[in-house]
């Protein structure tokens, strides 16, 4: 017990400089909008600025230039990021995609859909947590009424009964990064986590929080360290870890399949839907 | 007298104007979307869909207005030659891309919601779509391109030509429109 009480420190200790990096670069990414805006409209580099004046507005407007202003996130490390990103590439088809292909196989797809569900739902801690710390009470009242409806009428989960009430279906997901987001910490630089994939400096910590609060890892982060072994308590977590691998590689290749850079793919993709999650 | 009557009739046309465009957009998108998904159906054979449906989707789809969003400012420094190219081959990854998430005989139940209007000649659709028992918000673009056609689809958050966009972008930032064209033909012929 001495032991873990040391661990949660070190973590707090790990995550603390991530945090004022985080205000750090919020100072600079203020000043990245205004130098892309500037790439973007001199974008032919010889002609410059002149060129662009004498097209005018009209031109411009041709091409609606919304998409200029995307979401887009700060990326210093992208060395680094590619480096990350190529060897995760490399595991996922040798490792990962030959799991996927087993688990798909081994498991007709209503199994697979109601393990997906049953872990979905032991995950409302998360989600009620966090709508809570955001503020959401309508919503972590609604979510506290699915997960009722869930586990008592579709088996701990496994069916999801909420879904014939229209006003419990399809309520949008929420996680920690999603409240960090909302306290107004900035996503901090983008790093491509080793297996994981994209993420930031905050939405790291947030993975951490959603960890914590997720109870399929209570028993391990109870335990974690200790003397007393308890090999069971790695089933939940490996099992949890084991059903998202099929639908993360679908998702990883359908950004990835078709793009001109899967790098550039995956992190646009990654910033919009991060924006996009933190609205709802 | 004549001349209130003619303000009363404005005032009143103007937003009804509006509306109908927003209601024709719709009704454009959901015919649209019901040829795509029969086409789908009788299809049935997963490698022949992007030929089945490249015909279909070229009628409801302006890949020119997307390719040319997609690349951005620098569409202007593309011969017409190239411009053509640079569709071409953006439409085929496009179409392509888009068939590969169709498992014949799964249908999406899809709710249209209330049409918005960002701009003139533009309206955004959104829809809550569930395939294979999940839910997936997706926004479809359209705008008055002969007609009402789609110009990007944004799916839970991600638009699909801001995806490309940063990707042809950093392209054209190296080598201009060379750059843009060889990256899209490096993409299209790379093994499915």
């Known amino acids: 017990m001495k032991y873990h009480t040391s661990t949660l420190r070190l973590l707090l200790l790990a995550v603390s400089p991530l945090l004022t990096d985080c205000s750090m670069t919020a100072a600079k990414k203020a000043s990245q909008p205004m130098a892309l805006a500037e790439t973007a409209t001199a974008a032919p580099?010889?002609?410059?600025?002149?060129a662009a004046a004498k097209v005018g507005p009209t031109k411009a407007e041709e091409e609606v230039d919304e998409y200029a202003a995307s979401a887009?996130?700060?990326?210093?490390?992208?060395?680094?990021?590619?480096?990350?990103?190529?060897?995760?590439d490399k595991l996922y088809t040798l490792i990962f995609r030959p799991i996927a292909k087993g688990y798909n196989f081994i498991l007709p797809r209503p199994v697979r859909k109601g393990i997906d569900n049953a872990f979905e739902n032991a995950k409302y801690p998360v989600r009620v947590v966090n709508c809570t710390l955001q503020g959401k009470f309508k919503r972590a009242g609604q979510e506290t009424a699915k997960f009722a409806v869930n586990t008592v009428g579709g088996v701990v989960g496994i069916f999801r009964p909420a879904e014939k009430i229209p006003s419990l279906a399809n309520l949008p997901d929420e996680d920690t990064g999603q409240t960090l987001a909302k306290w107004g910490i900035p996503h901090g630089a983008y790093i491509v986590l080793p297996l994981l994939g994209p993420c930031s400096l905050r939405d790291t910590v947030g993975l951490a929080g959603d960890y914590a609060l997720n109870p399929v890892n209570w028993p391990y982060l109870?335990?974690?360290?200790?003397r007393s072994k308890h090999d069971w308590i790695v089933a939940p977590p490996a099992a949890n870890t084991l059903r998202t691998i099929p639908t993360q590689i679908d998702k990883y290749d359908t950004i990835t399949k078709d793009a001109v850079d899967p790098y550039l793919s995956a992190r646009s993709a990654y910033s919009q839907s991060r924006e996009e999650a933190a609205k709802r | 007298m004549t001349l209130r009557f003619l303000l009363s009739l404005l005032i009143l046309a103007v937003p009804f104007s509006a509306s109908a465009q927003l209601a024709d957009a719709q009704s454009k998108l959901k015919s649209a979307v019901a040829e795509v998904l029969s086409v789908a159906d009788r299809t049935g054979n997963r490698s022949a869909l992007p030929n089945s449906l490249?015909?279909?989707?070229?009628?409801h789809v302006s890949f020119e207005t997307m390719t040319k969003r997609a690349v951005g400012p620098g569409w202007r420094q593309f011969s017409p030659a190239q411009q053509q190219q640079a569709t071409e081959l953006f439409s085929t990854l496009i179409i392509r891309s888009y068939s590969s998430k169709f498992t014949p005989g799964e249908h999406p139940a899809i709710t249209y919601q209330q049409a918005v209007q960002p701009a003139e000649g533009r309206v955004d659709v959104p829809t809550n779509m569930v395939y294979?028992?999940?839910?997936y918000n997706v926004v479809y673009r359209?705008?008055?391109?002969?007609?009402w056609r789609i110009t990007d689809v944004v799916i839970e958050g991600v638009s699909l030509i801001a995806n490309y966009r940063s990707q042809l972008d950093s392209q054209f930032q190296r080598g201009g429109a060379e750059a843009v064209i060889s990256s899209l033909t490096q993409s299209v012929s790379r093994p499915q």
């Open chain 1, 45 to 50: 580099k010889g002609k410059g600025a002149a």
């Open chain 1, 72 to 88: 887009d996130i700060y990326d210093p490390l992208q060395g680094l990021n590619r480096a990350t990103f190529f060897i995760n």
């Open chain 1, 222 to 226: 109870y335990w974690f360290g200790s």
């Open chain 2, 54 to 59: 490249r015909p279909v989707l070229h009628k």
């Open chain 2, 132 to 135: 294979k028992g999940s839910h």
């Open chain 2, 142 to 147: 359209m705008e008055q391109v002969q007609g």
